[in-house]
């Protein structure tokens, strides 16, 4: 979006900052506002399709985790059937190097082809990118985490301190009204002796209708802005302030401090920790299988971390995305009905007049913090810093309460009540001043962008920074999974063949083995004993018998050789 947008959703103002990128006006509906309901489960259930690819790919690497994990007691159960000098051979086997077998494309006791060496080539770079994109992801996660917690509460802090000095102001003039109003009835009816004190007293001359009438004036206008004021403070201390108060006081204040300084690191810090040190562990150890139960081992748990990127990055990630999408849409239509709902009817119009002034930015034609409190409170002002109410002020606050009781013959209660008036209106002046300045547009629509770019910006942007790299750590692990596991099973399945193919040998030499020691028994002469294959004691390891000696032999005469290991069974078959 190249500048701020604004679009009307069932007669509600929604406003879209320049920084929210993901957002525009033409996803905003109807529609949308109406669903938008972040406490109930049937919003929620809307986004399943939105995390459902997380889902899926992490349940893919569960899968993994699972195979891996029957794998690794199938092949132990596998080697501990088979007797020692099996096993043994077989473990053998499983620890050649890698130069000589393993791997996709590759026979053991060989070379491995350009085509493998492709394949190890390509798994190695793409480790290194797991291990760059994920460092990558945790320092991005970490700076995109960073702003959500500390901009929350910056604005509740800007909504506290601007509540409890309105608060401040309007109890203040509500006090000063109950003080102020007696005085000025006193003026009014007293009004030619006042006149006749001030001129003798303050040398003012003033005349008897003026300050009849400007006092009367001031006693309406005051009433107005008495009832009027008392209803809205009640508002600001019970809705805003005791409000903001309460959410302090509780849990969440604590918890989103402990989340910004600590819990935000901790899954940051293991996910892609364990990704890193996992990913330079298989680099390690899949470059040559030397240990295979162990490089099974740590795939297993690989595919753990996998998992966790897929749940975590793809699917939730993607889901908070969306739900910071919605609610820059739709902020403003579910705070309205939420809080219009939510309030007395005598309330109504004093929030209606602040959402169309602060939040709809309307024009009005008289003056705002009048406007906004439904009491004339800046005609009253306006009459206090007159020059004709200034200088019968500053005349009346030069004489104290005895000097009126003596001159005018008041009763003391009158004198006390014309004198406390007088005092207390510079407070009263100080304090409409003060409400004037905090209720202007200037000072609070700021709290509602500051809000608006909290939503759209700090938290929809970072989130979708956050999930994309997540995501593409996520993916490229996934790949590197799939590429050990495939190395993991091509160099298992590849040794066994290997191995079937060694016992196939074996099998076929030991009957042909057969074969000619039964051709040389039966051409044994009648009652000759059957020949042992065991060497004799002293015959050493060249004896024909040892499977060591050559297949040739200088006595033609002499049995044919068994195959290595299986002398024993020519002597059971013939000298038993």
Known sequence: MSSNTVSIINNVTVYLPECAVHVTADSISYTG???????TWEYFKGFVPTVLPGVILGGLALIGLIFFLVWICVQACRLRKKPDSEAHSEKDRLTEPFAMASGPGMEPGKHAPRHAILFIVFTLL??????GVSAWGMALSIQSTKDQIPGF????????SNATAIQGYLANINSSVLVITPGLNVIVDEAATLVSLIAEEANVTVSTSDIRNTAQSLVTELGEVGNSISSVTSFVYT????????????????????????????PIA???GVVILLTLI??????????????SFVVALYWTSVALLMFLGVGLLNGIFEVANDACRYSETYAHDRIRSSMSSRNLGLFDRVWSYYIVNTPISVPYADY??????????AALQTSDVDDIIQALSRLNTTVIQTQTGLSSSDAAAVSTAVQAIPTLLKSIVGLVASLSRENLRPIYLNLKVLACCTMANKVHSTWVSWTVAGVLAFVFALLLSARVISHTVVTARQRRLEEEEMQRAFMTSVEAFDAYHASMPPGQPAPSAQPPPSAGANHPSSGLASPESSDPSAPPMPPPGHAGYYDGRYNS
């Not at 506002?33 to 406490?39: A, D, K, L, V």
């Not at 809705?239 to 901790?266: A, M, P």
């Open 33 to 39: 506002s109406q669903e938008f309901q972040p406490t």
């Open 126 to 131: 793409l480790g290194l990118a797991v291990v």
């Open 153 to 160: 509460w910056a604005v509740v802090d800007d909504i506290n």
């Open 239 to 266: 809705d805003i302030v005791q409000r903001v108060t309460r959410l302090y006081g509780n849990s969440v204040w604590t918890v989103t401090q402990r989340v910004q300084h600590t819990y935000r690191f901790i």
């Open 270 to 272: 293991i996910v892609f």
């Open 282 to 295: 298989l680099l390690w150890l899949g470059a040559r299988m030397k240990y295979p139960k162990t490089t």
């Open 372 to 381: 906004i409190t439904g009491a004339p409170v800046q005609e009253v002002l």
